[in-house]
C-alpha cells in the first residue's frame, strides 16, 4: 500500500483550501457586484474608470511617437 508522505499531504490540502477560498470569494464578488447599489461594485467602476483614463492619457501625450508606426 503506498503511503503518502506528509509533504504531499499538506500540498494536497493546501490546494483544496485555496481552491475552496477562491471560490467562495468569486461567488461573494459575483453577488456584491450585481447589486446595482452595492459599494463594492462603485469601487470597482472608478477603479476601471481610472485605470482608461490613464492609459489613455499616456497614449495621447506620446502619441507623436507611436503614430508613424500605425501608418
Given at each position: 500500500?503506498?503511503?503518502?508522505?506528509?509533504p504531499e499531504v499538506q500540498a494536497i490540502v493546501k490546494d483544496e483550501i485555496k481552491k475552496f477560498v477562491n471560490d467562495s470569494f468569486e461567488k461573494e464578488m459575483k453577488k456584491s457586484?450585481?447589486?446595482?447599489?452595492?459599494?463594492?461594485?462603485g469601487e470597482v467602476v472608478t477603479i476601471i474608470k481610472n485605470a482608461l483614463e490613464s492609459v489613455y492619457k499616456m497614449?495621447?501625450?506620446?502619441?507623436d511617437f507611436w503614430k508613424t508606426d500605425i501608418r
Amino acid at each position: 500500500m503506498d503511503k503518502m508522505g506528509k509533504p504531499e499531504v499538506q500540498a494536497i490540502v493546501k490546494d483544496e483550501i485555496k481552491k475552496f477560498v477562491n471560490d467562495s470569494f468569486e461567488k461573494e464578488m459575483k453577488k456584491s457586484l450585481s447589486k446595482s447599489n452595492s459599494p463594492a461594485r462603485g469601487e470597482v467602476v472608478t477603479i476601471i474608470k481610472n485605470a482608461l483614463e490613464s492609459v489613455y492619457k499616456m497614449l495621447w501625450v506620446k502619441r507623436d511617437f507611436w503614430k508613424t508606426d500605425i501608418r
